[in-house]
């Protein structure tokens, strides 16, 4: 469990590259007062299994923040989260499926890049911006076809367009 407090002043993040290629860590459980993920902060944490994330206060997840977290297969994010920085989940090869929330905004370049296992994504209709190769190489993932569009999933996104059949 990440410090809500560190030599009495509140911790509201974790820093750029604070636990990068930490293999020690399986389980992290971050506090409701944390508002980011810094870039690269659990980059290549081979052993992370599951990441919990309490109270709805987190907004941004840096570029790179569990990109190589390969075993990583559990994480829910809460639904104030409103930006996926680039390459933040690239190579997280066991998610197979996520919720991102209700806030999101902006999805970054290659966020979900290679995620193999990715089945399911749910997405709000607050979406404006999904980067491109978002979801490059998430061959497991499930679209919904209407009109000879693809589109994220389920009904409650079936507006978001990814791919447009020719």
Do not use: H, M
Request: charged share 25%; glycine share 8%; aromatic share 10%.
């Amino acid at each position: 469990t990440l410090p809500e407090k560190l030599d009495g002043r509140d911790v509201v993040g974790v820093a750029n590259s604070a636990f990068k290629a930490e293999n020690s860590i399986r389980t992290i459980k971050i506090p409701a007062s944390y508002t980011y993920i810094g870039s690269y902060a659990f980059y290549d944490c081979d052993a992370l299994t599951s990441v919990e994330i309490l109270g709805e206060n987190l907004t941004d997840i840096g570029e790179c923040a569990f990109q190589g977290c390969d075993v990583l297969t559990s994480i829910a994010l809460p639904k104030s989260v409103e930006t996926v920085g680039n390459f933040a989940f690239k190579d997280c090869i066991a998610i197979t499926e996520l919720d991102l929330g209700t806030s999101l905004v902006s999805v970054g370049e290659g966020a979900f890049f290679g995620c193999k296992a990715l089945k399911t994504i749910k997405l709000a209709d607050t979406v404006k911006d999904i980067n491109k190769n978002a979801f490059i190489g998430c061959e497991a993932i499930e679209y919904t076809e209407e009109d000879s569009a693809l589109y994220l999933g389920n009904d409650a996104n079936k507006y978001l367009v990814l791919v447009r059949a020719i």
